[in-house]
């Protein structure tokens, strides 16, 4: 079956950075999307940015212009550089990537989430 895992996150101080990856694996066909949720306590889960197999991004009004979103189609692998962050964007980050495997099944798979922690 297709899996997603997370990695990157950690603790940043208000206006740091950090770079989140999300790998797939599995007997993947085609990946025709990415992309990241984040949820914090308390809230629902909130879409952060999303990616389609021609390269096009999507992005949550809230990250336009701190967080790109990239892939890299050859890995398997997206990416999420977060910059300028804000104690706001303290969460659980999961990645998703929707896919094909060789048996044509699609798949909508979700990692475990990583948790990004922004403070002083």
């Known amino acids: 079956q297709v899996q997603v895992v997370e990695s990157g996150g950690g603790l940043a101080q208000p206006g740091g950075s950090l770079r989140l990856s999300c790998a797939a694996s599995?007997?993947?066909?085609?990946?025709?999307?990415m992309g990241w949720y984040r949820q914090a306590p308390g809230n629902q889960r909130e879409l952060v940015a999303s990616?389609?197999?021609?390269?096009?991004?999507n992005y949550a009004d809230s990250v336009k212009g701190r967080f790109t979103f990239s892939r890299d189609n050859a890995k398997n692998t997206a990416f999420l550089q977060m910059n300028s962050l804000r104690p706001e964007d303290t969460a659980l980050y999961y990645c998703?990537?929707?896919?094909?495997?060789?048996?044509?099944?699609?798949?909508?798979?979700w990692g475990p989430g990583t948790q990004v922690t922004v403070s002083s």
């Open positions: 998703y990537a929707l896919a094909t495997d060789y048996d044509d099944t699609e798949w909508k798979t």
């Open positions: 990616i389609n197999s021609d390269g096009m991004t």
């Open positions: 599995g007997p993947i066909r085609t990946i025709y999307a």
